[in-house]
């Protein structure tokens, strides 16, 4: 597969927002503009065997965040979109990953990333709605075949345990993750679930979110993905 540009990703990002039909479910259940899916899990092929298991697709070894304790393997979602299976890595130290992944007793939804064109501006935006943000910070991660992926990111101070999103902007020169994971699944389904539905539309609003937002007992993440096998719920612990 080839790479594809910042800028070339960004057009295509741009025309499928605005013809959803193309790539995204018309139903409104994932938000257009979704990037990834976290699924953290306490051992990295443990989790790859229990979404192959659910779904009839096997993930691919993604590789390691250098300085972030975890490593990762990865499945296609369609276009633009994919899921990051995410488990700590042995040769780094546990204390360094920020999401605890280590702990989990069974896998569960530890984040999920929105793709935005520009962060620095957004994060201006932001930052006037009253928002408290941290970055846009530069992160990478090593390929399998040698190679760096790049992107930045800019995360909410509060990201409610990772029931709200952070935003990435890839780097020009970086393959998105997309493009050669194992294909096959799709993402069916994506909300958050709350006991204050009123207030979260309203920090949904300044985040320019198009997410599902639905009235429960208990604030948490959930997801389908379905696969040839059949179908995966997943949720935040």
Request: aromatic fraction near 4%; hydrophobic fraction near 40%; include cysteine.
């Amino acid at each position: 597969m080839g790479r594809v540009s910042r800028r070339v990703f960004n057009l295509a990002a741009a025309g499928l927002m605005a013809a959803p039909h193309l790539a995204w479910p018309a139903s409104g259940k994932v938000p257009k503009s979704l990037d990834h899916v976290i699924l953290g899990c306490s051992d990295l092929d443990a989790g790859i065997d229990e979404v192959f298991r659910r779904t009839g697709v096997r993930a691919a070894a993604g590789g390691v965040h250098p300085g972030a304790g975890t490593k990762n393997a990865l499945l296609s979602l369609g276009a633009l979109r994919y899921l990051e299976i995410l488990a700590p890595d042995p040769l780094q130290p546990a204390s360094t990953d920020p999401r605890h992944v280590a702990n989990l007793k069974n896998p569960a939804l530890v984040g999920w990333a929105v793709h935005r064109p520009d962060l620095n501006e957004f994060a201006s935006v932001l930052q006037r709605a009253g928002v408290e943000c941290v970055g846009p910070k530069p992160g990478s991660r090593s390929r399998p075949d040698g190679t760096t992926l790049r992107w930045k990111s800019l995360t909410l101070k509060d990201d409610s345990g990772g029931v709200l999103p952070f935003f990435i902007e890839w780097d020009s020169h970086s393959v998105h993750p997309s493009v050669d994971a194992p294909a096959g699944c799709r993402l069916t389904d994506l909300r958050i679930d709350t006991p204050n539905p009123a207030a979260l539309k309203t920090l949904a609003g300044k985040l320019q979110l198009d997410v599902q937002i639905r009235q429960s007992n208990e604030l948490r993440l959930a997801a389908a993905i379905a696969g040839p096998k059949g179908t995966l719920p997943l949720r935040s612990s």
